[in-house]
C-alpha cells in the first residue's frame, strides 16, 4: 500500500539555507535512496520557489511565499496534500497539521541556541522561537524528532512528555568522488593570493560561529609552526559583525569545490560557541582531514579523532591546531576518520525517521 510522507522544503529556498537545508536535502536523498516503491516522497515548498534540482522527491508548492507560509502554518497546513499519511516539519516553521484522518505529524528539532546564546540571536528571532517551543509543547499529538545528542532531555524540561521525542542520526554526503580536482582547488587558492598549505573553515561567517577567535588563535599557532598556512573561510556572511582579519574570505562555492578543499586543508577548524549538531567537521572526516573542533560540538563530542578544544579560550584552540598537526596524516589515519563516522549516512537518516513515524 502506498504511503505518502510529506515534507517541508521551505529552507531549501532561503537567501542562506543553512545546516537545516542540509537536514532536508538529505533526509530527502535518503528516503529516496531506500528504493522502497510504498513509499511517496513529497515536499511543500512556497510559492513560487523553483526547485526542479530537486529529483529525490516531488515538489508541490503552496499558494503563498515562504514568510506568509510560516506564519500560517501552526494555524493551516497549506500545501499539504490531503492523502499524506506523514506530515513532517523539517523546522519549527512547521506545518503543524494536515493530511490524512490517521496521519502521523512530526518536527524536527536541531537545538536550542536562541537559549544557548541569546546575545548572538535577534530579539526577533528569539520571540519566534519561543512561540514555537510553547506550540510543539502543547501539541500533545506532534511528535518530535531530535538531531542532536543531549537535548532530549532539555525538551522534556521545557514540557514535552519523554515518550514523544525521538532521537535520530544525521549524515554526510556518499560523495567524495565528485571532489574539485587538486589543480582547480589550488588554483582558486592562487586567485586569492593563497599558495601553500591552509587551515580551512567552513560554515557561515557569523558571531556564533566564533570566527574571531580562531583567526586570533591561527595567528598565534602560526607563529609557532607555519605549516598551518593561510586561514581560509568558505561560506556566506551571517547575521551580525564579524571580523575576520587576515584570513582569507571564499565566500560560497560549489559542493565539488567545498569537497576539494575539505581534502586538500592541512587542518579543518570548527570552534563554534554553540552548535545544534555541526556538520562540517563530520564532512571533513569523512574525507580524511584532521580536525580540530569544539568539544561541545555535538557531531564530535565523543569522536576520540578530533582534538577537541574550549571555544572560549584562544589558547585552548592554538594548541589544538598545533596538537592537529601531530596527528597522522597517512593513508591508514585517513582511512580511520573516514570510518569513524562511516555510520553518518542519509540512508540511516531515513531509517531512523522511518522508525520514529511507526
Known sequence: MKRTITISIEQLSRPQPGGIATYVRGLATGLHDLADPSLDVVGVAPKGASLERERALRVVNAPCGVRLLSRLWPIWPLGVPRDSNVVHATSMAGPFGGGSANAVHSIAMHDLLWRDGPEISTPAGIRFHDRRLKLIADRKELRVIVTSPGLTERLVDEGIDASRIHSVRLGVDDDVESAASQTSVHELLASHGVHGPFTLYAGTIETRKNIERLVEAHRIASTKIPDL?????????????????????????????????????????????????????????????????????????????????????????AEGLLAALRLGDDDESQAARRHSVADLTWRNVALDHLAAWQ
Open 229 to 317: 598556512g593561510t586561514l581560509v573561510l568558505v561560506g556566506p556572511r551571517g547575521w551580525g559583525g564579524v571580523r575576520t582579519g587576515d584570513a582569507t574570505e571564499l565566500g560560497l562555492v560549489s559542493r565539488e569545490t567545498l569537497l576539494g578543499l575539505y581534502r586538500d586543508a592541512t587542518v579543518f577548524a570548527y570552534v563554534p560557541l554553540a552548535e545544534g549538531w555541526g556538520l562540517p567537521p563530520a564532512e571533513a572526516l569523512n574525507v580524511g582531514t584532521r580536525v580540530v573542533a569544539s568539544a561541545t560540538t555535538p557531531s564530535v563530542a565523543a569522536n576520540e579523532l578530533v582534538v577537541r578544544v574550549d571555544p572560549l579560550d584562544v589558547e585552548s584552540i
